[in-house]
């Protein structure tokens, strides 16, 4: 069985951090770059990072630019985002998904439909 859990959410102060940890399971790690998405309420739901599995390259929304950090450990199947400097604005739900993506991946993370697996999401809260 496929599964993808995050983990690490929670209520936090405007300015604090939160790590996010995504743990995969059922597939072939390896063989899927993650990405980590978010969505407010009433918002569409959008890309924040996505971890490449074929090269280790990283990419961002310019909206979290210098203030997250994705990193991937593959012997424990986990992919982490680091958030610092947070804003209330960031508030959202945070899921992490798994895309067999490879060519273009530079220009396509940002697709949802692009993702094959996803997690059921966890709860980002910035208060100001």
């Known amino acids: 069985e496929v599964q993808l859990v995050e983990s690490g959410g929670g209520l936090v102060q405007a300015g604090g951090s939160l790590r996010l940890s995504c743990a995969a399971s059922g597939f072939t790690f390896d063989d899927y770059s993650i990405g980590w998405f978010r969505q407010a309420p009433g918002k569409e739901r959008e890309g924040v990072s996505c971890i490449s599995s074929s090269d280790g390259s990283t990419y961002y929304a310019d909206s979290v630019k210098g203030r997250f950090t994705i990193s991937s450990d593959n012997a424990k199947n986990t992919v982490y985002l680091q958030m610092n400097s947070l804003k209330p604005e960031d508030t959202a739900v945070y899921y992490c998904?798994?895309?067999?993506?490879?060519?273009?991946?530079?220009?396509?993370?940002?697709?949802?439909?692009?993702?094959?697996?996803w997690g059921q999401g966890t709860q980002v809260t910035v208060s100001s």
């Open positions: 998904a798994a895309t067999r993506v490879k060519h273009r991946l530079w220009a396509l993370w940002v697709h949802s439909s692009e993702y094959d697996y």
